[in-house]
């Protein structure tokens, strides 16, 4: 449904490196954009291109962070589950769990 991307742009003369979540504006939309509680970056603009609507969100970590793997320490797969419980806890099902749309920051 939707591609993402890891991205470095400018604002206020200062370069930064945010993730770019970008849809297509051919598919077609059940119920919009979701509030996805504390565990989903703070958006930096929504923005539209030819043919796709992008949203710019923060890293989930200033410094680092790295994608879930199935070899990972029990404490961040624990993190994971935590995040996804938080998810739900606000009526939020995210419909496409795959390790490659989680992103752990430096700070687990």
Avoid at 32 to 60: D, Q, W
Avoid at 66 to 93: N, W, Y
Wanted: aromatic share 12%; with cysteine; hydrophobic share 40%.
């Amino acid at each position: 449904m939707c591609n993402a991307y890891i991205k470095k742009g400018e604002i206020g003369g200062k370069t930064i490196t945010y993730v770019c979540k970008s849809w297509k504006t051919s598919t077609e939309w059940n119920d919009g954009f979701y509030l996805e509680a504390l565990v989903v970056p703070y958006i930096i603009s929504l923005f539209t291109a030819p043919g796709f609507i992008n949203v710019a969100m923060e890293p989930p970590h200033h410094s680092f962070w790295i994608e879930a793997s199935t070899d990972m320490p029990l404490i961040l797969k624990q993190r994971c589950v935590e995040a996804f419980e938080k998810l739900h806890a606000c009526g939020v099902l995210h419909g496409d769990v795959e390790l490659r749309h989680m992103l752990i920051g430096g700070d687990a």
